[in-house]
Nanobody, 115 residues
Protein backbone atom coordinates (compact mmCIF):
# COMPACT_ATOMS: atom_id res chain seq x y z
CA UNK A 1 0.00 0.00 0.00
CA UNK A 2 1.62 3.22 -1.16
CA UNK A 3 1.33 6.17 1.19
CA UNK A 4 1.91 9.73 0.04
CA UNK A 5 2.70 12.56 2.43
CA UNK A 6 2.89 16.09 1.07
CA UNK A 7 4.52 19.00 2.91
CA UNK A 8 6.01 22.43 2.39
CA UNK A 9 2.93 24.52 1.71
CA UNK A 10 2.20 27.84 3.34
CA UNK A 11 1.20 31.45 2.88
CA UNK A 12 3.32 33.51 0.51
CA UNK A 13 2.98 36.83 -1.27
CA UNK A 14 2.59 37.01 -5.01
CA UNK A 15 5.99 36.69 -6.67
CA UNK A 16 7.32 34.51 -3.88
CA UNK A 17 8.53 30.91 -3.90
CA UNK A 18 7.78 27.66 -2.14
CA UNK A 19 9.21 24.15 -2.37
CA UNK A 20 6.84 21.26 -1.87
CA UNK A 21 7.90 17.75 -0.95
CA UNK A 22 6.11 14.43 -1.31
CA UNK A 23 7.41 11.43 0.58
CA UNK A 24 6.21 8.12 -0.82
CA UNK A 25 6.36 4.69 0.69
CA UNK A 26 6.48 1.55 -1.38
CA UNK A 27 9.02 -0.31 -3.47
CA UNK A 28 7.72 0.84 -6.84
CA UNK A 29 8.37 4.55 -6.37
CA UNK A 30 11.65 4.52 -8.28
CA UNK A 31 9.96 3.00 -11.35
CA UNK A 32 6.84 5.15 -11.31
CA UNK A 33 6.16 8.38 -13.13
CA UNK A 34 5.16 10.78 -10.37
CA UNK A 35 3.08 13.91 -10.64
CA UNK A 36 1.76 16.89 -8.76
CA UNK A 37 -1.88 17.90 -8.89
CA UNK A 38 -3.77 20.75 -7.27
CA UNK A 39 -7.34 21.54 -6.33
CA UNK A 40 -8.58 25.06 -5.80
CA UNK A 41 -11.80 25.76 -3.87
CA UNK A 42 -14.83 24.92 -5.96
CA UNK A 43 -12.76 23.47 -8.78
CA UNK A 44 -11.79 20.00 -9.90
CA UNK A 45 -8.36 18.59 -9.22
CA UNK A 46 -5.97 19.39 -12.07
CA UNK A 47 -2.61 18.20 -13.29
CA UNK A 48 0.37 20.43 -12.54
CA UNK A 49 3.59 18.58 -13.41
CA UNK A 50 5.02 15.09 -13.88
CA UNK A 51 8.44 13.46 -13.94
CA UNK A 52 9.28 10.06 -15.37
CA UNK A 53 11.30 7.51 -13.49
CA UNK A 54 13.91 6.60 -16.10
CA UNK A 55 14.91 9.54 -18.25
CA UNK A 56 13.55 12.02 -15.70
CA UNK A 57 11.67 13.75 -18.47
CA UNK A 58 9.22 16.34 -17.24
CA UNK A 59 5.92 17.79 -18.35
CA UNK A 60 3.96 20.77 -17.08
CA UNK A 61 0.56 22.34 -17.32
CA UNK A 62 0.65 25.45 -19.48
CA UNK A 63 -0.35 27.57 -16.50
CA UNK A 64 2.88 26.77 -14.61
CA UNK A 65 5.45 26.37 -17.39
CA UNK A 66 8.53 28.45 -16.77
CA UNK A 67 7.61 29.01 -13.11
CA UNK A 68 7.44 25.54 -11.55
CA UNK A 69 10.04 22.79 -11.62
CA UNK A 70 9.50 19.14 -10.65
CA UNK A 71 12.32 16.88 -9.51
CA UNK A 72 12.75 13.61 -7.65
CA UNK A 73 15.21 11.75 -5.43
CA UNK A 74 14.64 8.04 -5.83
CA UNK A 75 17.02 7.24 -2.98
CA UNK A 76 14.73 9.16 -0.66
CA UNK A 77 11.46 8.16 -2.34
CA UNK A 78 10.66 11.85 -2.59
CA UNK A 79 9.38 14.10 -5.33
CA UNK A 80 9.65 17.88 -5.17
CA UNK A 81 7.90 20.86 -6.72
CA UNK A 82 9.79 24.13 -6.78
CA UNK A 83 7.32 26.94 -7.31
CA UNK A 84 8.60 30.39 -8.26
CA UNK A 85 6.86 33.61 -9.28
CA UNK A 86 3.74 32.46 -7.50
CA UNK A 87 0.41 34.02 -8.43
CA UNK A 88 -2.86 34.24 -6.47
CA UNK A 89 -4.37 31.78 -8.95
CA UNK A 90 -1.85 29.16 -7.76
CA UNK A 91 -3.73 29.03 -4.45
CA UNK A 92 -4.87 25.44 -3.96
CA UNK A 93 -4.26 22.24 -2.07
CA UNK A 94 -1.38 20.44 -3.75
CA UNK A 95 -1.20 16.65 -3.97
CA UNK A 96 1.22 14.13 -5.40
CA UNK A 97 0.34 10.80 -6.98
CA UNK A 98 1.35 8.66 -9.90
CA UNK A 99 0.65 10.21 -13.29
CA UNK A 100 -2.72 8.45 -13.56
CA UNK A 101 -3.74 9.50 -10.06
CA UNK A 102 -4.64 5.96 -9.12
CA UNK A 103 -2.93 5.67 -5.75
CA UNK A 104 -4.66 6.68 -2.54
CA UNK A 105 -4.51 10.45 -2.20
CA UNK A 106 -2.64 11.97 0.71
CA UNK A 107 -3.88 14.89 2.76
CA UNK A 108 -2.24 17.41 0.47
CA UNK A 109 -0.52 20.63 1.44
CA UNK A 110 -2.19 24.03 1.31
CA UNK A 111 -0.59 26.78 -0.76
CA UNK A 112 -2.04 30.26 -0.38
CA UNK A 113 -0.73 33.14 -2.47
CA UNK A 114 -1.79 36.61 -1.41
CA UNK A 115 -1.95 39.52 -3.82
Amino acid sequence: QVQLVESGGGLVQAGGSLRLSCAASGRTFSTTTMAWFRQAPGKEREFVAAISWGTLSTSYADSVKGRFSISRDNAKNTVYLQMNSLKPEDTAVYYCNNRQGTKSWGQGTQVTVSS
